[in-house]
């Protein structure tokens, strides 16, 4: 355990706890994929207990959605990328990202739901083109 503990130290001691930080902060964009293409495995069990008059049809639109619009993102964040580069494309998704989330998560209507998800689809679209 002390050895543990000194190592750790030694890492902080040399500058490389710092670079560590910054690869895990820029690989959790990877982190914000995952989420919204998993996402609605989790929700739609849990929205049709909620709301029992949702159809078979809004179900599948509301799980689509975000992967319909990933296409979407890739194209214009290719556009994107050669006007404004990549650093600063990655920094201006993060924001409309957000905001996809903060839709879906104070959304009380299956619409509102339905552009949450679309939003986060699109930007998700913009960040798997820009890191690849």
């Not at 560590?20 to 989790?42: H, K, M, T």
């Not at 078979?56 to 990328?81: D, F, K």
């Amino acid at each position: 355990m002390l050895a543990n503990i000194k190592g750790f130290w030694k890492v902080c001691r040399y500058g490389d706890l710092y670079m560590v930080l910054a690869a895990l902060a820029a690989q959790s964009i990877n982190i914000s994929v995952g989420f919204c293409q998993g996402f609605s495995a989790v929700l739609l069990p849990q929205y049709s207990l909620e709301y029992p008059s949702i159809s078979y049809e809004q179900s599948s639109w509301i799980a689509s959605l975000g992967v319909i619009s990933n296409p979407i993102g890739a194209l214009l964040g290719g556009m994107m990328v050669d006007a404004v580069g990549r650093r600063l494309l990655l920094q201006s998704i993060v924001l409309p990202n957000l905001i996809g989330w903060l839709v879906i998560a104070f959304s009380e209507t299956y619409v509102f739901l339905c552009i949450g998800r679309f939003i986060t689809g699109f930007t998700i679209g913009m960040f798997c083109f820009v890191l690849n």
